[in-house]
């Protein structure tokens, strides 16, 4: 799966943080987007697929997992024991999301953290609209809850002009004013207020 979904996730950041994302032939499908560098790259981090030097886009055989992994968990019996935890398998592993080849955790500023997560929620909206006629029952919603205000003016345009493409969006925000003017006419506003849901006539805005 995060193999499946790097290329998407690199191709959604640079749409929403980069200076590239303006490009419009960025604009283009998920099938017809071609190879693209990214600085944001996601990898799947195992003790088993390091210790088998399995290189990142890649699977080793079922039956080279299986055993590496049986040999791991021998070598650390005494240790698991001691400790009262299991310290190999795969609920030890996790994902690893870089930034220009950097950990995200730790190096990653506060608006990169928040590029790379919207690029993550598009990325992984994108991998299921490519899947959709084999694994699916129809374009996926997809769910943006606030996330405009934590976007520059720049950046909600752009992910306005990205979201239109989409068959159905529900965007939820507290503040007016973050809805980018590249969702003019697209949207049905629909006001929240004290538990009552009302339409609004027009965007009103």
């Not at 490009?23 to 693209?36: N, Y």
């Not at 997560?117 to 694994?135: M, Q, V």
Request: charged letters at 30%; glycine letters at 10%; hydrophobic letters at 35%.
């Amino acid at each position: 799966m995060v193999n499946r979904l790097r290329p998407h996730l690199g191709y959604s950041y640079l749409r929403v943080a980069t200076d590239e994302g303006a490009d419009p032939a960025l604009d283009l499908p998920p099938d017809q987007r071609g190879e693209g560098s990214s600085p944001a790259d996601i990898l799947y981090r195992s003790d088993v697929l390091d210790a088998l030097g399995a290189l990142p886009g890649t699977l080793p055989s079922t039956r080279e997992i299986h055993d590496q992994l049986l040999e791991m968990l021998a070598d650390r019996h005494d240790e698991e024991i001691d400790r009262g935890a299991t310290l190999t398998g795969p609920h030890r592993d996790d994902m690893e999301i870089r930034l220009h080849d950097f950990p995200a955790k730790g190096y990653a500023s506060h608006g990169e953290s928040w590029s790379l997560a919207l690029a993550l929620r598009l990325a992984s909206y994108d991998l299921l609209r490519l899947e959709e006629g084999d694994l699916g029952d129809g374009e996926p919603i997809l769910i943006l809850d606030d996330v405009f205000s934590e976007l520059d003016a720049h950046r909600r345009e752009r992910l306005g002009r990205i979201v239109t493409g989409a068959s159905q969006v529900l965007i939820t925000t507290a503040n007016d004013t973050d809805i980018p003017d590249s969702l003019d006419g697209e949207i049905h506003v629909v006001e929240v207020s004290l538990g009552e849901a009302a339409p609004r006539e027009g965007r009103g805005l």
